[in-house]
């Protein structure tokens, strides 16, 4: 079964730091770029950073670039995300999500997500 | 960035009725578009991708259409389970955006 596992979360003061985890089973983990998204309480989804398979292509969205690090450990079936410098708005719950792509056209989408670990960041 | 619209943002249904969700992109994004759904302090599941394609072991009840700017999840008989929120997502460029989401309640 093809499973992801979120840990790390918890409560941080603002201008903390908190490394999240996701640890995978059940599929070849270096074969699948990786996804962190994140959902604020009560509100809608939104996409934090992605990593490729071999950790050659990176990107993050504008709201954390420059405080949070994407990575993974492909021997140890697990992706990373270092968020330092943080604020209020970070609070949410992060979800990592493996891509899924289809070729010949490239589409692509997010399958499995794991079941989320809640970040708080407050005084 | 290219924008996702959902409408409506909420929508009332009973059980056995069909509904239609729509997502408007902001440019063309051909048919790069996903829809997911997502139950109360559950994970997002995926139902359609590449805008009409049923994810394996979502009900035929669902299905998605559309190409370019303007897409649509419709579920054609609405059961108890398919009370949720639910989402599309474009993957033609970074960073892939999601809609703000559509909540659907009973009636």
């Known amino acids: 079964e093809v499973q992801l596992v979120e840990s790390g979360g918890g409560l941080v003061k603002p201008g903390g730091s908190l490394r999240l985890s996701c640890a995978a089973s059940?599929?070849?983990?270096?074969?699948?770029?990786m996804n962190w998204v994140r959902q604020a309480p009560g509100k809608g989804l939104e996409w934090v950073s992605s990593?490729?398979?071999?950790?050659?292509?990176?990107y993050y969205a504008d709201s954390v670039k420059g405080r949070f690090t994407i990575s993974r450990d492909n021997a140890k079936n697990s992706l990373y995300l270092q968020m330092n410098s943080l604020r209020a708005e970070d609070t949410a719950v992060y979800y990592c999500?493996?891509?899924?792509?289809?070729?010949?056209?490239?589409?692509?989408?997010?399958?499995?997500w794991g079941q989320g670990t809640l970040v708080t960041v407050s005084s | 960035d290219i924008q996702m619209t959902q409408s409506p943002s909420s929508l009332s249904a009973s059980v056995g009725d069909r509904v239609t969700i729509t997502c408007r992109a902001s440019?063309?994004?051909?048919?790069?578009l996903n829809w997911y759904q997502q139950k109360p302090g559950k994970a997002p599941k995926l139902l359609i991708y590449?805008?009409?394609s049923l994810q394996s072991g979502v009900p035929s009840r669902f299905s998605g259409s559309g190409s370019g700017t303007d897409f649509t999840l419709t579920i054609s008989s609405l059961q108890p389970e398919d009370f949720a929120t639910y989402y599309c997502?474009?993957?033609?460029?970074?960073?892939?955006?999601f809609g703000q989401g559509t909540k659907l309640e009973i009636k």
């Open positions: 990593i490729s398979s071999s950790s050659s292509y990176i």
């Open positions: 999500a493996r891509d899924r792509t289809q070729l010949p056209m490239g589409y692509n989408w997010f399958d499995p």
């Open positions: 997502q474009q993957s033609y460029s970074t960073p892939p955006g």
């Open positions: 590449a805008a009409s």
């Open positions: 440019q063309s994004i051909s048919s790069y």
């Open positions: 059940g599929f070849t983990f270096s074969s699948y770029s």
